[in-house]
């Protein structure tokens, strides 16, 4: 069964990390759907020319058929590879070069708990992530990224962000993101990188087995939305 | 009692505690968050309620006031 979710709640201010950003145009619902028709665009003009290709060379001589079958293999993996740098942002962090501190962790998590409330806690310490209600969709939240599950359910944005300091702990580095969510969350949006938009199915194979769980939750929380 | 907290490799440190009619710890509380501003912490309010409010001052009615790194684009 699902368990609650974060509420969050929009706030006046604007994230101070847009200053460092100022190119880029603060993200609203017509760009988050003009960037979904995009990515939806761009997998079309990627798959018509191999698929095209897969039918019309055995037309022209049956023992082009052998390279219409790798025409069509291309056609699977192109998506498959955008799928999987989006999975990407939730991928586990690896800490290279320093020490891991149990303590840190448990103490960063324990704030970490603090922040999601007592009913999302248990899932917080399984996954490490979290799951927060915005106005954009439902925000699943990892350490160096954060996917944004679209009103309905169906389609899922991929948000490759992260906190400037190699050395927090994995807990903190989360905590860090929720609470950039959740004081600001189209400048979170804006600052942070979109490195896939497509369907939950398409995403949920690449992921592990925490952030699937994860990304189950807040598909279910953004289908009644 | 409200606390003033840094996230950092500790996983986090409580480096004040304050209440409205507490002059003391308010006045070191102010004096801790305006240090770690200067060091380049972003200090944000966090209600119980899941909102979350970037703020420069120190909000004496807040619960909970923690001070982040900033964030960027991977």
Same mark, same amino acid.
């Given at each position: 069964?699902?368990?609650?979710?974060?509420?969050?709640?929009?706030?006046?201010?604007?994230?101070? +990390? @847009?200053?460092?950003?100022?190119?880029?145009? *603060?993200?609203?619902?017509?760009?988050?759907?003009?960037? $979904?028709?995009?990515?939806?665009?761009?997998?079309?003009?990627?798959?018509?020319?191999?698929?095209?290709?897969?039918?019309?060379?055995?037309?022209?001589?049956?023992?082009?058929?052998?390279?219409?079958?790798?025409?069509?293999?291309?056609?699977?993996?192109?998506?498959?590879?955008?799928? &999987?740098?989006?999975?990407?942002?939730?991928?586990?962090?690896?800490?290279?070069?320093?020490? @891991?501190?149990? $303590?840190? +962790?448990?103490?960063?998590?324990?704030?970490?708990?603090?922040?999601?409330?007592?009913?999302?806690?248990?899932?917080?310490?399984?996954?490490?992530?979290?799951? +927060?209600?915005?106005?954009?969709?439902?925000?699943?939240?990892?350490?160096?990224?954060?996917?944004?599950?679209?009103?309905?359910?169906?389609?899922?944005?991929?948000?490759?962000?992260?906190?400037?300091?190699?050395? @927090?702990?994995?807990?903190?580095?989360?905590?860090?993101?929720?609470?950039?969510?959740?004081?600001? +969350?189209?400048?979170?949006?804006?600052?942070?990188?979109?490195?896939?938009?497509?369907?939950?199915?398409?995403?949920?194979?690449?992921?592990?087995?925490?952030?699937?769980?994860? @990304?189950?939750? &807040?598909?279910?929380?953004?289908?009644?939305? | 009692?409200?606390?003033?907290?840094?996230?950092?490799?500790?996983?986090?440190?409580?480096?004040?505690?304050?209440?409205?009619?507490?002059?003391?710890?308010?006045?070191?509380? *102010?004096?801790?968050?305006?240090?770690?501003?200067?060091?380049?912490?972003?200090?944000?309010?966090?209600?119980?309620?899941?909102?979350?409010?970037?703020?420069?001052?120190?909000?004496? $009615?807040?619960?909970?006031?923690?001070?982040?790194?900033?964030?960027?684009?991977?």
């Amino acid at each position: 069964m699902a368990q609650p979710v974060g509420v969050m709640e929009a706030t006046l201010g604007q994230l101070p +990390e @847009l200053e460092n950003v100022r190119w880029r145009t *603060r993200v609203d619902e017509p760009a988050l759907r003009r960037a $979904d028709r995009l990515w939806t665009l761009s997998t079309v003009a990627h798959e018509v020319p191999f698929v095209a290709t897969a039918i019309a060379l055995p037309l022209l001589a049956p023992v082009l058929l052998v390279v219409s079958v790798f025409a069509l293999v291309f056609a699977w993996a192109i998506p498959e590879l955008y799928a &999987a740098r989006g999975a990407g942002v939730l991928r586990p962090v690896r800490r290279r070069g320093v020490d @891991l501190n149990a $303590d840190a +962790e448990v103490r960063a998590l324990g704030l970490l708990g603090d922040l999601v409330g007592h009913e999302a806690r248990e899932r917080v310490a399984r996954t490490g992530l979290v799951v +927060e209600c915005g106005r954009f969709g439902v925000w699943l939240v990892g350490p160096a990224g954060a996917l944004l599950v679209r009103p309905g359910g169906r389609r899922v944005q991929c948000y490759c962000v992260r906190v400037v300091d190699a050395d @927090l702990p994995i807990a903190d580095r989360v905590a860090h993101l929720l609470l950039a969510l959740r004081e600001d +969350e189209a400048g979170f949006a804006t600052v942070a990188n979109l490195t896939f938009s497509g369907a939950c199915w398409r995403l949920r194979a690449r992921l592990s087995p925490p952030a699937r769980e994860g @990304l189950a939750v &807040a598909v279910a929380a953004a289908r009644g939305r | 009692m409200s606390r003033l907290i840094r996230m950092d490799q500790t996983g986090h440190t409580v480096l004040a505690h304050w209440s409205p009619d507490d002059l003391a710890g308010t006045e070191a509380a *102010r004096a801790a968050l305006e240090a770690e501003l200067d060091r380049g912490y972003l200090a944000v309010a966090s209600e119980p309620d899941g909102t979350a409010t970037a703020v420069r001052e120190l909000p004496l $009615d807040a619960e909970l006031v923690v001070l982040r790194r900033p964030i960027a684009g991977g």
